[in-house]
């Protein structure tokens, strides 16, 4: 971006305030912003409080070495002590921890108590197989119990896990084993995917033919199929069943490392980003109970996204499992057997707060509005949307279609760095604004900056930074300290730089605008790509946008819109009627400036493995390079079949 600040097109005025019986028994309230603004590690230490320490704190926050963090120094606790066994101990045993729904439709019930169980388990098989506090172990799972368990076994003997989408190439698998020296992978034979079995021991078989240190493999049968069999090689069943349902956990420091995790990918090669036990703790229990307003009593809470992404190990895994939630895990895939299967479990478990991604949402307004129409989704009290911008019209369609015109949507803002929630509306307090992330929560100093660190004024745009640090931050890149020092604290002196530009709106509420990488400048303004692709979306036709700043002779930049129809739109979207229909659109919902160049009629865009669009692939179609980084794309026949739509870039 540069000297000037991002131009304020989009004007979105529609407001949402709280449900009045919401915000009348609100876990959090306004005052809570007050608190924790008069004593900010005052909060934390508070919030800290939720966890069972074995060994209290004698400091809440260690900066004497920024950007080096830790937090409740000399503190001890265990991760899976916290997530599972102090629930039974307070009685709460019979409560559900997971209900667990595969793709072909088989159930299990895992309640708190057969939670410790099965975790005790696993842990002693892994010290059976030689891991020890420290030690890393790669976990490759699909969304099957196994892989919660297998996470919080690894926290409950102080290895570190490194959890690897179960969709990642064996090349992407064995770079990130080799990364954290892995010794031990857990993986499955296969996975449901569509109704098929899809392989996945193979794949591992590959990654660590040339991974040294890893000693053994520890496989779970789901699917049943055939596999291949090493000396390494031991099957879940064999090792895990026979072992003792008791094992104690030991406490462990409150920075001992509890997970490394690599993003996504959108912008680049990904990172191997690390997290430590207490302060991660601290936030992700916290923010899961202010931000959904959590009841664990009564609520029950389902978060589509896959654990093998931040998303999940923190609002599947780690925030809920601390807070003595009730969840739910789905196995497969949105579409199987039929394009309402989520809605059917929402329907069967009688979800009460649901967490999903704007990617899914668009996809369900392609497929149609009549298919959520067809369950009952009335025991829905509250929504929520991370991972990209959410464009308002998708926003108000989640809010009228699936929480009925009645649920609150929070739209949470956070990164794998950030390890929990930093933005995001309180459902009892904020009233909803469609596209914005609103505030920095309790506890959480963040600003929009410009180009200078300076707080911009509200009505400005630039960069969203955070200026203290929080608990569930980032602690370094695995491995790499100074590649942590310079991605994320050289842009801005004593700032946190996210690498996303956001805007604030007149009452001071944030708007995040997507990566500053892909702000375009067209004849000497600052556009950003998520507003020209929310005037797309608000075409009643369209249902997906992606936009990316080609190199232009005239205007610097020109914009270049890719565009998937709704279901609905009919047969005519092809044509250049509607291309033209399109770009007026824009043109008025934005002004002339924001006119599209090009828009080209697509079938699918090119989205991370976590569904997010990579526009940087776009870009580099649009101005005929070769792609960079491919390997956390889904599916690279999308961008033949994009380059194919783009003449001019030839
Ligand atoms: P990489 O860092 O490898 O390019 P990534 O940034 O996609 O990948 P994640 O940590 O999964 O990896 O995603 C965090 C990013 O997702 C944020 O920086 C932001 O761009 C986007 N994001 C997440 N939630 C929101 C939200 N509610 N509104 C806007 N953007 C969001
Ligand atoms: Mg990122």
């Known amino acids: 971006m ?57 400091e809440v926050l260690d900066w004497s070495n920024p950007p080096f963090a830790k937090w409740f120094v000399g503190g001890e606790l265990n991760v899976a002590y916290n997530c599972v066994d102090r629930h039974v101990e307070a009685g709460l045993g019979d409560r559900v921890a997971y209900h ?32 020890r506090k420290g030690d890393r172990v790669a976990i490759y799972l699909p969304m099957i119990p196994e892989l919660p368990i297998s996470m919080l076994a690894c926290a409950r003997i102080g290895a570190t896990h490194s959890v690897v989408f179960a969709g990642f190439s064996a090349e ?102 690390l997290h430590t036990s207490g302060g991660y703790l601290t936030q992700v229990a916290y923010t899961h109970h202010a931000v959904f307003d959590l009841k664990p009593e009564t609520d029950v809470y389902w978060c589509s996204a896959d654990i093998g992404w931040v998303t999940g190990h923190s609002y599947i895994v780690y925030g ?48 149609g509005e009549e298919i959520p129409a067809r369950h009952d989704l009335s025991s829905l009290r509250l929504i929520g949307s991370v991972g990209e911008p959410i464009n308002p019209e998708a926003y108000v369609w989640y809010r009228e279609r699936i929480g009925a015109g009645r649920c609150p949507v929070v739209d949470t803002w956070w990164q794998t760095e950030t390890g929990g929630i930093m933005v995001s509306p309180l459902p009892g307090v904020t009233e909803g604004k469609p596209g914005a992330a609103m505030r920095p929560l309790p506890g959480i100093v963040a600003d929009v900056v410009d180009d200078q660190g300076q707080s911009v004024p509200n009505g400005g745009g630039g960069f969203l930074v955070v200026k203290e640090p929080w608990p569930s931050m980032l602690r370094t890149i695995w491995g790499d300290d100074e590649r942590y020092v310079k991605t994320y604290w050289s842009r801005f002196e004593g700032m946190y730089f996210a690498g996303d530009g ?28 998520t507003e020209v692709e929310s005037a797309l979306v608000s075409h009643p036709k369209v249902a997906e946008a992606a936009v990316t700043g080609a190199t232009d002779p005239v205007t610097g930049q020109a914009i270049v819109a890719f565009v998937i129809p709704r279901g609905n739109a009919g047969a005519d979207v092809d044509g250049e009627e509607f291309v033209a229909e399109l770009r007026d659109h824009v043109a008025k919902t934005l002004g002339p400036i ?52 783009l003449p001019s870039a030839k």
Do not use: C
């Not at 857990?186 to 990654?207: F, S």
């Not at 509420?509 to 950003?528: A, K, T």
């Not at 990579?614 to 999308?638: F, H, P």
């Open 2 to 58: 540069s000297q000037e600040t991002l131009s304020n097109l989009l004007q979105e005025n529609r407001r949402f305030a709280p449900p009045p019986e919401l915000a009348a028994s609100a876990n959090v309230t306004a005052q809570t912003y007050e608190e924790a603004a008069a004593d900010r590690l005052g909060f934390w230490e508070r919030q800290a409080e939720r966890l069972t320490w074995a060994k209290p704190w004698n």
């Open 100 to 131: 667990w729904e595969g793709e072909p439709g088989d159930t299990r019930t895992l309640t708190y108590a057969d939670l410790q169980r099965e975790v005790a388990k696993a842990a002693n098989a892994l010290l059976e197989l030689g891991v």
């Open 172 to 273: 992407a698998l064995r770079t990130r084993i080799a990364d954290a020296q892995a010794k031990v992978v857990i993986t499955a034979d296969g996975q449901n995917r569509r109704g098929k079995h899809a392989a996945l021991k193979p794949t591992v078989d590959d990654a660590v033919a040339s991974t040294p240190d890893v000693e053994h493999v520890l496989v779970v049968r789901r699917t049943g199929q055939e596999v291949a069999h090493h000396e390494r090689d031991v099957w879940w069943h064999d090792l895990v069943e026979r072992q003792s349902t008791e094992h104690t956990a030991e406490p462990h420091d409150a920075e001992h490392p509890l997970y490394i995790l690599y993003t996504s990918g959108t912008t680049g090669k990904p990172k191997g980003i």
């Open 320 to 367: 809920p499992l601390a807070n003595g939630a009730t969840s739910v895990i789905y196995e497969g895939t949105p579409d199987t057997p039929h394009q309402g299967r989520w809605w059917e479990i929402i329907e069967k478990y009688k979800v009460t707060l649901f967490y999903t991604a704007p990617t899914a949402i668009r996809t369900f307004m392609k497929w």
């Open 502 to 529: 956001a805007k604030k709106d007149d009452d001071g509420d944030f708007w995040l605008l997507g990566r500053v990488d892909d702000v375009m400048l067209v004849s000497g303004h600052n556009i950003s790509t």
């Open 594 to 645: 924001a006119k599209p160049r090009q828009i080209m009629v697509v079938p699918e865009l090119p989205k991370t493995r976590s569904g997010k669009i990579m526009r940087r692939l776009l870009r580099d179609v649009a101005e005929n390079r070769s792609l960079g980084d491919v390997t956390t794309l889904t599916d690279s026949s999308v961008m033949d079949l994009i380059s194919t739509k």
